[in-house]
């Protein structure tokens, strides 16, 4: 196999297992977090999941963007994975800037919509231009099932079946897919980053899981949401997906994926209710959720919901439903709702071409 050099920002489960996967292929990878980390010392990352099991050696681990560009003769590999919330991908954007190039690909693993959108946004704030932009992929979903266990310990329990990627045109889509298929057998091209955002759902899963249980949430208490799930609960993530599948209708997206489908498609799940599909997700046998900060509410009500409500507004569609989630939920989190259409820079003429 030929030996590629890729970066991999973020240390979080999704960054590790993403350089954990990248290692078990026999691929060179940097691993970059703002965040000082244990695998800066040792450089190793143990992967003790049915998928890519083993303990990997990176190439570098590192807070300093700087000293890993300097590993690599003053510039960052091409190919660049970024794995954050959407609240990260503005700092790491900020960080990046310096040593971006047009010959870069860059896959976001970011649940957040318009999380691509956003970097590319801030690149041209700080002074580059559209065409020499890299290409910047988002993903409706994320190649793998992972946990994190420890600060250099994860846990992938098994490859997602397909997810897909869009960039900011179809030619910079084909470079996307053509630079990560060959390690992502699992990637699939989409037709547009509209059609990419409309069909992420972990926020449409989420945010009633999390509304239903916001004593426990607030408290900090351990737990799993999705023990004892009943078929009401799971009739609230139904009625949420209604108005992002009303959301993406309006809009003209042809490839919407319900939310029964979505699993059906990810996980090889079946069944004729939505119920029976999430009961065969075995990963969330392990799900907690330990603190009021998870990433359930944090991220996905401000860069999640918050922006499939911009949508439904900029296409004239009701979503009684998804106002109501936002508003209940926004009263706990009591933060700005930034991601509007005039920071998306979204308009309804811009949407339909």
Sequence with gaps: MLQTKYLVVGKGHIGLATAAYLSNQEHTVYLFSRRSSIVAQTRTIHSIGSVSPGSYLVAACSNNIHELAALNGGKLPLNVLICCRGQDIEPYARILAEYVNPQMNILVFCSSRFAGRVFCKVLQRLGIAKEQLPAVADVNNIPFVSRGNMEDQIRISTLTNKFFVAAQNRIMTSRIVSAYQAVFSNLWAAASVLEINLNKVNDIIHLPLILVSLARWKSGEDYNPYDNLSSRTVGLIDHLDCDRIAVGEALGVLNLIDIKSHYQIAYGTSGSSLYEHIQQVGAYSSTTLCNPHHRYLVEDLPYGCFPLQVLARLAGVETPFLDSCITI????????????????????HQLSQ
């Design 329 to 348: 939920g926004n009263k706990f989190l009591d933060i700005p709702l930034e991601w509007n259409a005039e920071f998306l820079e979204l308009d309804r």
